[in-house]
Nanobody
Framework: QVQLAESGGGLVQAGGSLRLSCVAS????????MGWYRQAPGKQRELVAS???????NYANSVKGRFTISRDNAKNTVYLQMNSLEPEDTGVYYC?????????WGQGTQVTVSS
């Protein structure tokens, strides 16, 4: 059974930084795409950033220049470095892994940015 475990969320003041991590355990085989999504209260879940196995990345316009996604394939882990955080970044952050057959989601970690 595959499980994803996120960590690193918390409460931070505007302008601060957080680093999220997500590690997969179980028989997930070869992970293709890894990504971070977030859901703010009353809003739909949205893509924040994604990274392919090749290392190519994609970011939401709202986080470009502030967030950096990276991955460690040997550890089945994806990271999200978040700098210059804004109150609008508040939400539950979810990681998602895909192996070309199905997608796996984490349970989410809360990020709260105070003004």
């Amino acid at each position: 059974q595959v499980q994803l475990a996120e960590s690193g969320g918390g409460l931070v003041q505007a302008g601060g930084s957080l680093r999220l991590s997500c590690v997969a355990s179980g028989s997930i085989f070869t992970i293709d795409a890894m990504g971070w999504y977030r859901q703010a209260p009353g809003k739909q879940r949205e893509l924040v950033a994604s990274i392919a196995r090749s290392g190519s990345t994609n970011y939401a316009n709202s986080v470009k220049g502030r967030f950096t996604i990276s991955r460690d394939n040997a550890k089945n882990t994806v990271y999200l470095q978040m700098n210059s955080l804004e109150p609008e970044d508040t939400g539950v952050y979810y990681c998602k892994f895909g192996n070309g057959v199905r997608d796996y989601w984490g349970q989410g970690t809360q990020v709260t940015v105070s003004s």
